[in-house]
């Protein structure tokens, strides 16, 4: 199978599944947020192509085009980074998801899976998003905003290249996927917490924390991807990936310096301090689930306490870490 982005934080977890299944994987990755010593530990079992997508994918012919699966995971990601380079992110979101679904479309099409994002909801009303919601942004005055639009395009692409070539396509949006290997420097706010309780340093939360998040551990979500691959009837689909279960970002920070039994201290930041003008926040962001239960079985096997300990620990064992996806 080939995993784009597999270098990442998502996509190397997932190569650790597909491993454990005994698969043999192609990982191509320009390693621009993600890193190869997140695959080493695979040896020879994991290929790996340092490259952008495009010049990757031009490498192969031939059998080595031919895939029985397709991950596409390589984005650009985090709101941060967004932030400070829109072109470069508009770029590689949709540049990079038009030749993956092309190379599939003229390779025998095999199940290939976009990974998108619950930025796409934009700013809709509701608190729980479900797949069917209209989809509400912003100006594209406020840069803010392009990461959605790049990711609702690739969504576009996805579900046009199934109605009209027949590629069995599985797009999922992604809510707050966390664990071990992500990093904070996009703007990623667990991974933010977890560090700055380790060093003692104040957790900074924006605005007045009474914001709500669903975090899934990505060890959860990389064991529903391969299922939904498998289900006939999800192709063709756009389908809300996470946990539904809400959380306070100020009571997250509780939470991480409680378990971390941390000295840090709770310190309140505005919004125009952290980020530019006419920057928006959403109050709440929860996924309905009912679509992916629908289609496969989907539980929690770790809890959110379970994943700060293990992002702790993995901090504290001075790996290099990567970032993630929302």
């Known amino acids: ?19 454990s299944m005994g698969d043999q994987i192609l990982v191509i990755d320009n390693c621009s947020t993600g890193t190869q010593d997140n695959l080493s530990h695979h040896g020879e079992r994991v290929g790996f192509t340092r490259s952008n997508l495009s010049d990757g994918l031009d490498d192969l012919s031939g059998d080595d085009a031919r895939f029985d699966l397709i991950y596409h995971l390589a984005a650009a990601v985090g709101v941060d980074l967004v932030l400070k380079d829109p072109i470069g992110s508009i770029r590689t979101n949709f540049l990079q998801t038009d030749a993956i679904l092309e190379f599939a479309s ?3 099409s095999p199940p ?15 608190s729980v998003f479900s797949e069917e919601d209209d989809s509400i942004y912003g100006p594209t005055s406020i840069k803010r905003w392009s990461y959605a639009h790049t990711k609702a395009i690739d969504e576009y692409l996805a579900l046009a290249y199934g109605e009209q070539h027949q ?3 599985v797009v999922a949006r992604f809510f707050n996927t966390v ?21 003692g340093q104040p957790l900074r939360v924006f605005g007045d924390g009474l914001q709500s998040r669903c975090f899934c551990d990505v060890r959860d979500v990389v064991g529903v991807l391969p299922k939904l691959l498998a289900c006939p ?4 689909q756009v389908i809300n990936v996470g946990s539904d279960l809400s959380i306070s970002i100020i009571e997250l920070a509780q939470l991480v310096i409680q378990e971390l039994n941390s000295s840090s201290t709770i310190q309140r930041v505005e919004y125009s301090e952290a980020y530019p003008a006419g920057f928006e926040d959403l109050r709440h962001r929860r996924p309905d689930l009912t679509r992916l239960r629908s289609f496969v079985e989907f539980e929690y096997d770790y809890g959110l306490k379970d994943t700060i300990h293990d992002m702790a620990e993995f901090a ?11």
Do not use: C
């Not at 290939?112 to 509701?126: D, L, M, Q, R, W």
């Not at 009837?233 to 063709?236: I, L, M, P, Q, V």
């Open 167 to 169: 590629l069995p396509v």
């Open 106 to 108: 003229k390779n025998g």
């Open 179 to 199: 664990g071990p290997r992500q990093l904070g420097s996009y703007g990623m706010v667990l991974p933010r917490f977890v560090q700055s309780a380790l060093d």
């Open 316 to 326: 504290r064992s001075g790996s290099q870490m990567t970032e993630g996806a929302s």
């Open 233 to 236: 009837e999800s192709h063709g």
């Open 1 to 19: 199978m080939l995993i784009t982005g597999g270098a990442g934080f998502i996509g190397s977890h997932l190569v650790d599944h597909h491993v």
């Open 112 to 126: 290939t899976f976009i990974a998108s994002s619950s930025e796409v909801y934009g700013k809709p009303g509701a």
